[in-house]
Structures are given as C-alpha cells and as structure tokens.
C-alpha cells in the first residue's frame, strides 16, 4: 500500500468471484475518473490517489459446497426401496458441481442466511482483514507524524447485508476485555479517562456505501450504519445506492421507509448502459455515485468538482440509454424495462429474493 | 524551485479535504495558519486549553462551546473532519451536534482553530486506542482462521447439521467458537464383521446413520477429534442393526447388535467405518508385502 493515502474496501454480492475480482469496480472509477480532467492529473490511475482493498468471501460458500459434495460421494446407496441416499448425493452433487449456477440461482444467499457457521465464517474474514489494515494504516499514519487516514466500504448486493452485520459485530462486540488492553498497553488506565468507556471499541468508518442494498431483508444481525454509542453513529456517513428498476435492489428492500438515521443519504439512479444493470461496475460509473466515493477519499476531488459530477449525473445520457445500450431502439429499451419489472417482487424474504435473483439473470440472458 | 512552487500551487488549487501539514492546516482548498501548534496536542485537556486561549473571546459560540465540552470529556468520540459537497464537518457522526465549515467565500478564523483541534484531537484518540486496536486485530485474526478452520478441516458437517450447529453460536462473533460438534442424523458408510462367525469371514457392506453423538476438537485448527455417537446400520443382507459407535480423527469403531431371524440367535457385530477399515487393509497388505520379503531373503 502507498503510504498517506485514503482506504477503499471492495465487497463483493452474489456469484463467482475469483482473487482479484475488483478489476471491473476499479476500472469503472477510474473511467469516473476522466470525467474530471481537471481534478485528476492525466495519465494516472486510481491507485495513486486511494488505496483499494479488495475483499473475498466466497470461497468460504465453495468449502462449504465441496464438503457436502464429498460426503455425497461416500454414500453408498442402501439397500431395499426408497434410495434416499442417492437423492440426497444427486442433489449435493449438482450443488457442489454446478457451483455457477448455484451461485447465480442466489445459493449464496441461502448459504449466508441458512446457515450461522457460514455467515459467522465469512463475517470473521472481512472484520480480520478490515481491523489488521485500520491497524497498518493508523500505524504509518502515527509514525510519519500525517494525519489519520479515512476508511469507507463499498459494498454490492448480498454484501451490503454481510458488511451490514460484520461492521455490527465488529463495532459492539467486546473483542478485547480489559485484562487483555491492559497486557498490551501499560498507559490503559491512564488512558481510560480519555478513550471509549470499556466494552467496546469504536470502529468509526468513515464512509458506508451500500450499492444496491439487499441489508433490509437479509441482514442476521444489527445494523451497523444505525449503530449509536454515546449519542454517536459509529459510521460517520452512510449512502444507500439503488437503480430504479434493480430486481435485488427492490425485492431486497432499499426503497422500503425504514427507522433509518436521518442524515443516511439515498442516491437513486436510472441509467440503462448495459444490460445487466445490477452490476457493480455499473453502478460506479455513474457520476452520482463515484463523486460519494471520490469527495469522501480523494483529497484532490475538490467541492468544486463535486459539483461537477453532480451537474454531469443530470444530463440525459445518466437518465437513460447509453454506452453499449446507447443504440438500442425504442422497442428493446421498453422490453428489458419490461423484463425488469417483472423480475422484481417485493416480498420481504431470503427465498423471495433468492427468487428474484434467478429471474433477473434468467431476464438479462446471463442464465 | 519553481517547479516545486507550480506543483504545489496545482495541488492547493484543486486540494478538497482537510489535513495537517507540520503546524498549518490544509481547510477548504487552501492552506491556513492556526495559532494552535501541534506540539500543544500531547493531550486532550491541553488542547482544550490551548483552543480556549486561540479562539478568545469566540470561545462563548455555541458550536466551539459544545467543541471544548467534548475534547475535555471525549468519551471515545471521533474528531474527525470530513468534507461533503462545499462543507467540511467536525462530529458528522452526531447530526445534532454536527460542525459544519462553510468553504466560501472565506473561513473564519476561529473555525481554523477548531479544524485544527479537530485533527490533533483525532491523532491523540489513534495513539490511545491503538494498542487496543493492535489486540483486537490479532483476536479477529485467530477468530476468522478457526472458523474457516472448522468448515474446512474439521468432521465433514452434512446440511442438517451444519444449519443445527450453527443454532448453538452466540449472537455475538466475539464470543469464541465451540469445541463440540454435534452429531445428527449423520449417514455414512461402513463395514461390518459378525463376530459369530468369523470364520466365514462375514464382512457386510453397511449404511450407517448416527441419530445423536458429538465430536471434541483437540488442538488448534479443527483438524483432529474424538467422539462417540449412536448408531443404527443396515447392513446387506443382515437387517437392521443398533449400537453405539466411537470416533478418532476419521476412524470410527463401534459395535452393533443385529436380531436373528426366525430361529437364529442375535448377533453382536464389529463396525468399522470405511477410513478405518481402508488403512486396516493397507496394512495388512503392507505386512503380507514385508512377510514376502522376509521369506525371499531367507531363502536359500
């Protein structure tokens, strides 16, 4: 990591997602980033103005998959008439062997909310890998006499709902009792008087941005943007990011009222320049949302260019049809609009929107 | 020289969020002068004192007042200074109590003051709760590796008992893993012996499900337990079988009771699973291998 610079985390939503999976959220900003030639110095690339740390958490799904697969195939098949075991090892099997699809069908969203041992799994990952950096760049930031750096996290669909309640853990658990503080710091009482009372120790992110965010219906546990200790948020700033006509978005309750704090800022978008809309990727590229990010963790992104972004996000190419989509006739745009719609339903339940999920992708032609 | 001065007028010019720079503050796209030094910030009391003293008569502003109430008695709260839209804003995570800097047309200086409190204020809760941060990040660390641990190296949990198992977590993620796994419902394979009549060699290919048992983790990654459970097997052509089983890593040895039919007596079987039963074969074939050498080198 370059020293002095700003965190990003990257959490990933539903489907495969292999080491280095960031490539395409990170490509999206910085095309963002050309859309402000003078607020970025030409020729220079995201990663020498923030420092992006991608987070993983699916492969904890295929352990899990590939485990039950194993025990499938030592089964042996019994003996007389009903062969239970055979349908139990047809059906891990394809789970196991059809990872994709499974994935896609929203497993993943049945494997997080069906079952607390893998939720707890995947939560633990994100809260080692996102205390040891706070730790690192706090650290840097101390011994080079800087000011601290900030930390945000962007998350995408079924992540919104993991971050949600890893951030919720992470901040109100009692991670470290006070025998603990005391054995590794020898100043602890002294500073007691000063720092959080004992029980908890804040995580004070600086930014939550949820994109396309499924955390209404899905989370297991508190809300971490809602999360108050001593009349303070823990989160200091929090967006809920959603596309009009996102299935996920709308099935997983983003635009349900909710006891939501009152400075929680809704950006709501409605570009079309790709069929899947619900793609990360394309949600970053709109200037309504990268100009969040950019203003929150880019020193050089200025108020004045803050404005711009939101002046572009205004323009018709941001309201409609364009990019790939950009030739598309009238009669295309009203069908995949159509498709959209009809994917979305808005039961508030895991299965519903595991239903939804399947619709949408089977609508967008990706099933 | 010029260069540098060209470089730096660039970044000014388009520098948006606040931060220090040696004793000046960089605050709304410019860089400015407080008389606060941070040399002042070793503490939070002292930099209430030298904040009072900067600020004057301004002290009494309901914003800088509800400031210095805070930095004496902080109570873990965030001074950082954060920009949104033409803003910067102290306390951003307290809507009520929220300092907003307006960018233009000019800052007052009094707001500079308290800017730059803010960020000193900031640096002195990071050296605190460091060491604290240090030790919660090794505890997360351990925590996340037994997780995965238990998912990946311990005693294959089929869906059943995953989802069952996962009942019995804290709802908090601080409290730590358990070290006893339950055992439900659990089918496997298996080999079983009658031990009436070995002399036939009666080996029977077995289904064995486990109604309840449980499994002790022993040391650190989930990888090697004991457990005992109880068993019902059904075995190719001796019926339905019920006993009792016990467990060592993937070895697993039990016995089964098996009601005769008709007029034959009940038998009592010897139940290996298939793990156990595979490297007591390989084994014995090893043992047959090492029993031809011998004989070979003995020859004459």
């Given amino acids: 990591m370059a020293p002095g610079m700003n965190v990003l985390f990257l959490l990933h939503g539903v489907g495969r997602h292999a080491e280095g999976w960031s490539r395409d959220p990170v490509a999206a900003l910085q095309a963002g980033m050309k859309l402000y030639p003078e607020c970025f110095e030409a020729g220079k690339s995201l ?52 990872r994709n699809i499974f994935a896609r ?13 893998v939720a707890r799994a995947a939560r633990l990952r994100i809260n080692s890998l996102i205390a040891s950096t706070i730790v690192e760049e706090n650290e840097a930031a101390l011994r080079d006499r800087r000011s601290p750096p900030k930390f945000a996290l962007a998350a995408h669909s079924l992540g919104t709902t993991v971050a949600q309640d890893a951030l919720y853990q992470l901040a109100s658990g009692r991670w470290v009792s006070d025998e603990q503080q005391l054995a590794a710091d020898p100043n602890f009482v002294s500073a007691l008087a000063s720092s959080a009372p004992p029980g908890g120790l804040a995580v004070n992110l600086h930014g939550l941005f949820l994109v396309s965010d499924t955390s209404p219906v899905l989370h297991q546990s508190g809300y971490y943007s809602e999360l108050e200790r001593n009349g303070a948020y823990d989160c200091h700033a929090v967006w809920s990011i959603n596309h009009e006509l996102d299935p996920i978005s709308v099935v997983g309750g983003a635009f349900e009222p909710g006891p939501w704090r009152p400075d929680k800022k809704n950006v709501r978008v409605g570009h079309f320049h790709r069929e899947n809309i619900h793609d990360f990727a394309h949600y970053l590229a709109h200037p309504a949302v990268h100009c969040e990010i950019f203003r929150l963790l880019i020193p050089q992104f200025s108020g004045a260019c803050y404005q711009k972004a939101q002046t572009l996000a205004e323009a018709p190419v941001w309201k409609g049809f364009g990019g790939e989509l950009a030739g598309w006739l009238t009669q295309e745009r009203s069908k995949l609009k159509r498709k959209l719609r009809t994917a979305a339903r808005r039961d508030r339940q895991p299965m519903k929107l595991r239903d939804a999920t399947e619709k949408y992708y089977k609508a967008i032609g990706l099933l | 020289m010029r260069c540098a001065a060209i470089v730096f007028f660039l970044y000014a010019a388009c520098a948006g969020a606040a931060e220090l720079r040696g004793d000046a503050i960089f605050l709304c796209d410019a860089l400015r002068q407080p008389s606060i030094k941070s040399s002042e910030a070793t503490a939070y009391g002292k930099l209430a004192d030298a904040l009072a ?58 707001l500079v003051e308290v800017a730059t409190a803010a960020l000193l204020a900031e640096r002195i809760r990071i050296e605190h709760e460091l060491p604290a941060m240090k030790t919660r990040a090794a505890i997360l660390e351990k925590a996340s590796r037994d997780a995965e641990d238990l998912l990946k190296n311990g005693l294959a949990m089929w869906p059943w008992e995953l989802w069952l198992n996962g009942l019995r977590l804290s709802d908090k993620d601080a409290d730590p893993l358990f070290r006893t796994q339950w055992v439900v419902l659990r089918p496997s394979a298996g080999i079983e012996i009658d031990l009436r009549s070995q002399a036939s060699a009666d080996l029977q290919a077995s289904v064995m499900l486990e109604p309840l048992g449980f499994v002790r983790y022993r040391g650190d990654s989930y990888a090697h337990w004991w457990g005992a459970s109880l068993v019902v097997t059904s075995s190719t052509n001796r019926g339905a079988g019920v006993g009792a089983l016990l467990r060592w890593d993937n070895y697993v040895i039990g016995l089964t009771r098996h009601k005769g039919e008709g007029s034959e007596p009940d038998s009592t079987f010897l139940m290996v699973g298939v793990d156990l039963y595979d490297l007591l074969n390989k084994k014995r074939t090893e043992l047959k291998d090492w029993d031809a050498f011998a004989r070979l080198r003995s020859a004459p």
């Fill in chain 1, 47 to 98: 990663d020498r103005y923030l420092t992006v740390v991608e987070i993983k958490y699916d492969d904890i799904f295929d352990t899990v998959l590939d485990r039950w697969a194993e025990l499938a195939a030592a089964l042996p098949a019994p003996t007389g008439g009903f062969n239970w075991t055979s349908k139990v090892t047809q059906l891990l099997k394809k789970a196991g062997d059809e």
């Fill in chain 1, 105 to 117: 069908y929203g497993g993943d969203v049945l494997l997080y909310c069906g079952f607390a041992l």
């Fill in chain 2, 53 to 110: 003293a900067a600020v004057g008569n301004e002290r009494t502003r309901p914003e800088v007042a509800r400031f210095l109430a805070v930095l004496r008695n902080p109570q873990g709260r965030s001074f950082d200074v954060a920009p949104e839209g033409n803003t910067e804003k102290i306390f951003r995570s307290v809507p009520a109590e929220t300092i907003t800097i307006s960018c233009a047309p000019s800052v007052p200086q009094y």
